[in-house]
């Protein structure tokens, strides 16, 4: 088998914290550590946690956003950090990003056709009335007509920005898209729209999605891959199937019993589907009964193989 | 309407003295420095000499509207020299962060420790008078409002998500600066310029009527004074017009700054949708 398209190989990304005391020790938040993660050709794999468990910063460090504290991430079996890294205009053709915000994420005072148009120029794939067949092309395919080029983006709603931002992501053709709560800010109607955009467009370009959500019915429908993040750690990851079918990990069983099934609800029969079983002397990490305090050790743990390609994280 | 009265009131003093320093040439009915005759000196405003003579018999109308000439020159040319550097520093301070930021940090502190005025002096007294040497001193004395207000917005902006979008495009540091932020920034370091004209307006009559500014016989309307101030009683219109001059375009220039300012906050737009 060859290289995956996107490896994160024992990522850890420390921030140090401010002294609670000139004379108190150092203090290290742990926002992501030892995570390891593959994305496969044309995948979408989910990322999925509460707020502040890390997935976000692994995202950003996969864009190169984040300077990671150890570990590394490889495209195709090249290094995407440290001293050999590509350059910002190099990476830019290998991963791009949807951002959460459509109202923070555009520039208000650039028209939507410049910001698409400038990239093209940057990278001297196009000019002038190609570069604009390009831009009308391209809104085209996310939706939109061509004639939205010339408008600013308070013109537009919510929905529309987060299809002009998915454009501006798509314009330098690249192979991986980084999703970070692409719809979580969106209205609910607005957010099946979004999903099958990004669904067909995966399938017509090629695409290799990591998407990042803390919504379990927005991953349900795109993932082939979910991966469950809790206080920087990998507790569990498989495909879509085991996860949904066999969740195991505690966390991952209390955050797919968070959501919503009215079904469920109304017909009082909520339940989950059976864990699948772990070794008898084991025990899983962490221990979801306390919190931990963001800057503490974690106890030492592995991820054992509980099905085929499903593993969860257990106790050492 | 207050806010349009500032705007509107400010706007049409800025333009009447620009116009007038402009059209200096054809308005002005003697010339400013050689049409002077000592039979008609400290004469009173008449139909004559619209608003009087001086003790060299030169007409004060003409010289007053050639000294906008000078005035508007230093105004408009060392606040831009000012807002070139504040800019610069203050959005490159508040991008890059570390070390450049507090560098520029400090500088700004000490800039504004230092009465602008005081150092404009030093460095006059350095460079010798004349208009260049003006410019010098003034642009670079001013410049620590529109970098300490380029940089705190500039901040605002450097973490959204679309400055993080133009880097992921791959779109260089310079260029992001340029594109994405400068444009948001623009509306603030404006209004600072604005005001800024009219101190610089004020600055240089203060240097020149020091006599470290523009040098007589050209007229500026600092020097103006200092020529007339011991006339004051016998001759009063060859400094009140001056300062009259002084008056109204520093008015013209704070007033069109509040009004921009206004105009430009998000809490005064709120009626207009």
């Not at chain 1, 984040?66 to 090249?78: I, M, N, S």
Request: with cysteine; glycine share 8%.
């Amino acid at each position: 088998m060859s290289a995956p398209l996107l490896e994160i190989r024992d990522l850890s990304v420390h921030f140090p914290l401010p002294r609670q005391s000139p004379l108190a020790p150092k203090r290290t938040l742990r926002a992501v550590q030892g995570v390891n993660l593959t994305l496969n050709e044309g995948e979408c794999l989910s990322i999925v946690g509460e707020s502040g468990c890390g997935k976000s910063t692994t995202a950003l460090t996969v864009m190169g956003l984040q300077e990671p504290t150890q570990g590394d991430v490889l495209f195709r079996g090249r290094s995407l950090t440290g001293a050999n890294a590509p350059g910002r205009k190099d990476r830019a053709r290998i991963a791009q990003m949807v951002f959460q915000d459509p109202y923070a994420s555009l520039n208000p005072r650039q028209t939507v056709g410049r910001m698409l148009s400038s990239q093209l120029s940057l990278h001297e794939i196009a000019k002038g009335s190609d570069a604009d067949h390009r831009v009308a092309d391209m809104l085209t395919r996310v939706g939109l007509t061509p004639d939205h080029a010339n408008r600013y983006p308070h013109e537009f709603s919510g929905g529309q920005r987060q299809r002009i931002g998915i454009a501006r992501a798509l314009m330098l053709d690249p192979k991986i898209l980084v999703l970070d709560e692409p719809v979580s800010a969106l209205d609910v109607s607005i957010q099946a729209q979004i999903i099958n955009l990004l669904m067909h467009l995966q399938e017509t370009l090629g695409l290799s999605y990591i998407m990042i959500s803390h919504d379990l019915s927005v991953v349900e429908h795109v993932s082939d891959r979910v991966a469950v993040m809790y206080f920087g750690r990998v507790v569990e990851e498989g495909d879509w199937n085991s996860i949904f079918n066999r969740p195991t990990h505690p966390y991952t069983r209390r955050l797919i019993s968070s959501v919503p099934d009215p079904d469920a609800v109304l017909v009082g029969t909520r339940r989950l589907p059976d864990a699948a079983p772990i070794p008898d002397a084991s025990r899983f990490s962490p221990d979801i009964s306390r919190r931990p305090t963001p800057d503490e050790e974690p106890e030492p743990s592995v991820l054992i193989q509980i099905g085929e390609s499903h593993t969860v994280r257990v106790a050492q | 309407m207050r806010l349009r009265f500032n705007l509107v009131f400010g706007l049409t003093l800025a333009v009447i003295v620009v116009v007038a320093a402009i059209c200096a040439g054809w308005i002005a009915p003697y010339d400013p420095i050689l049409d002077a005759d000592l039979m008609v000196s400290e004469m009173p405003p008449s139909w004559e000499h619209l608003l009087g003579t001086d003790a060299q018999g030169r007409d004060v109308f003409s010289r007053v509207l050639y000294g906008a000439q000078v005035s508007l020159t230093v105004g408009l040319v060392s606040q831009m020299i000012n807002s070139t550097i504040g800019t610069v520093l203050g959005v490159s301070a508040g991008y890059f962060g570390g070390w450049w930021d507090d560098l520029v940090n400090g500088l700004t502190n000490v800039m504004l420790a230092i009465p602008s005025l005081v150092f404009a002096l030093a460095i006059m007294a350095v460079l010798g008078p004349g208009l260049p040497s003006l410019l010098i001193a003034l642009g670079l004395t001013n410049w620590s409002w529109t970098c300490r207000i380029a940089r705190s917005s500039t901040l605002s902006f450097k973490n959204q998500a679309f400055v993080q979008a133009a880097k992921v495009a791959g779109f260089s540091d310079a260029n992001i600066m340029r594109t994405q932020i400068l444009p948001n920034i623009l509306g603030p370091v404006l209004v600072i310029a604005t005001l800024g004209i009219g101190s610089a307006v004020l600055a240089e009559a203060a240097l020149s009527f020091l006599g470290v500014g523009i040098s007589p016989p050209q007229p500026s309307w600092g020097n103006m004074l200092t020529d007339s101030r011991e006339l004051i009683r016998t001759a009063p219109w060859a400094s009140v017009f001056p300062g009259l001059a002084i008056f109204v375009t520093v008015l013209g220039f704070n007033l069109l700054g509040d009004g921009l300012r206004d105009m430009l906050d998000p809490h005064m737009r709120t009626r207009k949708a």
